[in-house]
């Protein structure tokens, strides 16, 4: 298994420029997210999907789009790239199960993607 | 006030120390998770709990559902333990992950 994929690692970009990051896993995880990190503050939730046709907002989640038409692959779209947007992104998954107490798995995250508005 | 509270920010150590860092929470969760990061590295889990307490290796974590706490504990410190730690819950109501803002463990020799 490859886990949780992330492409790219690296990315610069000039304001209004759109691009996609790519996530997929191959664990057949219901769970998915994006979350961005920046100095000094924590991991914050962008997007998540708990499944396939399914996505919510989180607490970031302005200037991004995301889908989730497969189970595996969840990308993360930037229209108009800001240099607010200038940050560490990580793509995660887990497996989900409703109406349990304990229904979440091991947390699987990508490597992460640098990226740099100008 | 921020719905996951870590504490300490930061903490250093000598080699061979016990260290306790601490994760509470106001909101209902499903499940709670601690990660580690290491500077310039990926995220890593480390336990991912629902009651009780956990244990691998040196790391031993636990949770009190009805405090609402979390403590990761690493038994004899080493500098490879150096390294960012993150709680972060997973909310029962809304299926979303709430990160803590992560402790900074600096272990010496």
Known sequence: ?118 | KNEVEQSPQNLTAQEGEFITINCSYSVGISALHWLQQHPGGGIVSLFMLSSGKKKHGRLIATINIQEKHSSLHITASHPRDSAVYICAVLSYNTDKLIFGTGTRLQVFP
Not at chain 1, 83 to 92: D, G, H, I, K, L
């Open chain 1, 1 to 118: 298994n490859a886990g949780v994929t992330q492409t790219p690692k690296f990315q610069v970009l000039k304001t209004g420029q759109s691009m996609t990051l790519q996530c997929a896993q191959d664990m057949n995880h219901e769970y998915m997210s994006w979350y961005r990190q920046d100095p000094g503050m924590g991991l914050r939730l962008i997007h998540y999907s708990v499944g396939a046709g399914i996505t919510d907002q989180g607490e970031v989640p302005n200037g991004y789009n995301v889908s989730r038409s497969t189970t595996e692959d969840f990308p993360l779209r930037l229209l108009s790239a800001a240099p607010s947007q200038t940050s560490v992104y990580f793509c995660a998954s887990s497996i989900l199960n409703r109406g349990r107490i304990a229904n979440t798995g091991e947390l699987f995250f990508g490597e992460g993607s640098r990226l740099t508005v100008l």
